[in-house]
């Protein structure tokens, strides 16, 4: 969510700054020939690292990128600063993420008075924006929240020394620390989105799972397990797990069923009864929709011959 910073309050964003590197930061930009040599690398051209770094306490740091000809993540671990772009002015604290595009102007400067401590890395590459797609999702914003995470700083240092190294082989692999930095943040942020939202898909997924035996009905989920209206229960898990609640429930039941199949004897009407199927004809046409194979040809298929 965008946090706006009242107008008096923010640090003009005028120009860039000449910031020196303190003692205790780091900075590696890597040379730019190496990029050229390895910008289509099948191992790495998708999503290469330019250059990373840590900057602690960074008071004065300040920045202002009219067209950059690369992408931008910035990872604030303490203070806080503000940041622009397309005319929306954030504020930026400790968790925060910031996400400038290639060729998109935008400024960004530590709060005077409080300077943040910042991770950052400018990166390339022809699925760079794909990346930037998956740790945004549906988000209208180039700032997110992701909290504090060890696991974000251990990522980004494992980057950060080995993309020190200016070798070819080293580069591949620092892009690939890259993808799984950038993978990592992305599910983060989901499972972000997901303490910070109004249903607790985690409460609901394990009461449908300890009623798998049982035939529910939507009102029966919802009253159970959120004080939201249908329409919103709907909407809301929908947008969190990318299914519909009872779509899950039958996926639920479908991968129990194949448990069933796999390690018992029990024929086809037994296994549907032990999920809540009445009719075994309904329940077969219900696995082969999900497994795209009907229950017997599942168990043939997977029996030793």
């Not at 790495?44 to 990373?52: A, R, Y």
Request: proline share 6%.
């Amino acid at each position: 969510m965008l946090r706006h910073q009242p107008k008096d309050d923010v640090t003009p964003l005028a120009e860039t700054s000449h910031w020196p590197l303190t003692i205790d930061g780091r900075r590696v930009v890597i040379p730019h020939p190496l990029i050229v040599s390895l910008s289509n690398h099948p191992l790495c051209g998708d999503c290469l690292p330019h250059g990373v770094g840590y900057y602690p306490m960074a008071a004065g740091h300040h920045m202002y990128r009219r067209a950059p000809k690369d992408h931008l993540a910035i990872y604030c671990v303490a203070g806080s600063g503000t940041a622009e772009q397309n005319g929306r002015q954030v504020s930026v604290g400790a968790g925060d993420i910031l996400l400038f595009r290639r060729a998109v102007a935008h400024r960004y400067c530590a709060n005077p008075h409080d300077p943040w401590s910042i991770y950052w890395v400018h990166l390339g590459g022809h699925q760079a924006d794909a990346y930037f797609d998956a740790v945004l999702g549906d988000a209208d914003t180039f700032l997110i929240g992701v909290g504090r995470h060890s696991r974000i700083l251990e990522e980004w240092e494992l980057l950060l020394t080995t993309a020190t190294r200016f070798r070819a082989p080293h580069l591949i692999h620092a892009a690939n620390r890259l993808k799984s930095l950038l993978s990592l943040l992305a599910l983060l942020r989901h499972q972000y989105r997901e303490r910070h939202a109004p249903l607790d898909v985690a409460q609901v997924d394990a009461w449908l799972q300890a009623r798998i035996h049982q035939r529910i009905e939507l009102a029966q989920l919802v009253e159970a397990t959120s004080a939201l209206s249908q329409f919103q229960f709907i909407r809301e898990y929908k947008r969190l797990t990318g299914q519909a609640p009872m779509q899950a429930f039958q996926h639920l039941k479908i991968s129990r069923a194949c448990y069933l199949l796999d390690v018992t004897d029990l024929n086809i009407a037994q296994v549907a009864n032990r999920l809540g199927y009445e009719d075994p004809y309904y329940f077969s046409r219900q696995f082969k929709k999900v497994m795209g194979v009907a229950p017997r040809d599942y168990r043939l298929e997977r029996s030793p011959h």
